[in-house]
């Protein structure tokens, strides 16, 4: 061989040999999770540019499922340097239902780059990272319910859930349940459909349906088990319990004796007391209708009253007007709140 050809042999021996040892001085490390977008970062510490680098990620379950995966555009990374590849990640829903995310423990992040180096020589790096899923749901807080609404056969009241979902990469996609519990009875469910996207702070009123009596709700003081729940992929993910000590907005209620006294010679009045205790944060309109019987059918004296009950104890008084001929037998009173209407008789002394 001729000094010339050896020359020509050995330049083109080197112009292989260092881009090879270039694309050993590639490095790639990740992933990072920001903004919904998760990233890949890679290094260059060779001398030569790194052109149309191209990263591929692959998302998978424990079980190998492809969970999600995504595609970055392609990025140049001068010698020296490092870069944040960013790779959008399309879900695989189908999937995802079936590795029911809140149940996984850990996830493998597979990744490809492909790039150009020097113009010259294809370079392909390809790692994979575990992850940890340390929790699926952190953060979480489920508030006192307050009343919605009511009526003679059911009463529905509100509660408000929030939640950090933290699973990297893998969109949330299902429902918040919520059951009551009264002693060892379901007395009360609640469903509503919720999404979250990885690190979203998700706050989720749901409405709540009581199948106990208004009555009872309204006036009594209960003792409640309230358990929530996120439902994904069919599995049931707990949020946790709670016990809530029911303050009813007419607790205590209490209707007479009732006072009667002379008013003039052709009428006496006899006052009705009605008194309760909110026990709720917030006050809420109340009706009261009075009728007061002597001896037929048809009531010989109405009252009513109509306000706004305040928080804490709340003290109301009927004043009927009522015929001296007319002799109180008895008085019928109907307290009517939250499309609830609740019915006291009493026995007024005679005059």
């Known amino acids: 061989m001729s000094i010339a050809a050896a020359a020509l042999l050995a330049a083109g021996i080197l112009l292989i040999a260092i881009p090879m040892a270039s694309a050993a001085a590639l490095g790639i490390s990740g992933p990072q999770y920001s903004n919904g977008t998760p990233s890949i970062t890679v290094s260059n510490r060779g001398p030569f540019e790194v052109y149309?680098?191209?990263?591929?990620?692959?998302?998978?379950?424990?079980?190998?499922?492809?969970?999600a995966s995504g595609s970055s555009a392609p990025v140049d990374v001068p010698p020296g340097s490092t870069v944040t590849v960013s790779v959008p990640i399309a879900p695989n829903y189908s999937s995802i239902a079936g590795a029911q995310p809140l149940s996984l423990g850990r996830l493998i992040v597979n990744v490809e780059a492909d790039a150009n180096l020097a113009g010259i020589l294809p370079a392909r790096l390809v790692a994979s990272f575990p992850v940890n899923v340390s929790e699926a749901v952190e953060q979480v807080s489920v508030r006192p319910p307050s009343i919605v609404s009511a009526s003679n056969g059911s009463l529905v009241i509100l509660e408000d859930a929030s939640f950090l979902y933290d699973v990297p990469f893998l969109p949330l996609s299902g429902f918040l349940e919520v059951r009551v519990m009264n002693g060892t009875s379901q007395v009360g469910y609640g469903s509503r459909a919720i999404s979250a996207s990885p690190g979203q702070e998700v706050e989720v009123p749901?409405?709540?349906?009581?199948?106990?009596?208004?009555?009872?709700?309204?006036?009594?003081?209960?003792?409640?088990?309230?358990?929530?729940?996120?439902?994904?992929?069919?599995?049931?993910?707990?949020?946790?319990?709670?016990?809530?000590?029911?303050?009813?907005?007419?607790?205590g209620l209490s209707v007479g004796p009732a006072a009667v006294g002379p008013m003039n010679g052709s009428s006496y009045t006899v006052s009705v007391p009605i008194s309760f205790v909110d026990g709720q944060a917030h006050g809420f309109p109340l009706s009261i209708a009075g009728y007061l019987y002597s001896s037929g059918a048809a009531p010989v004296s109405e009252a009513s009253w109509r306000g706004l009950a305040s928080p804490g104890p709340n003290s109301i008084r009927l004043e009927f007007t009522v015929p001296s001929s007319a002799a109180p037998r008895y008085a019928v009173i109907y307290l009517t709140a939250f499309n609830s209407t609740m019915t006291e008789e009493l026995t007024p002394s005679p005059p």
């Open 52 to 67: 149309g680098l191209a990263v591929r990620a692959s998302v998978l379950s424990p079980g190998g499922l492809v969970l």
């Open 206 to 251: 749901i409405l709540v349906n009581i199948s106990m009596s208004p009555y009872a709700l309204l006036t009594r003081a209960q003792q409640f088990n309230v358990s929530a729940y996120l439902v994904s992929g069919g599995a049931p993910y707990p949020l946790g319990s709670w016990i809530y000590r029911w303050s009813p907005p007419i607790q």
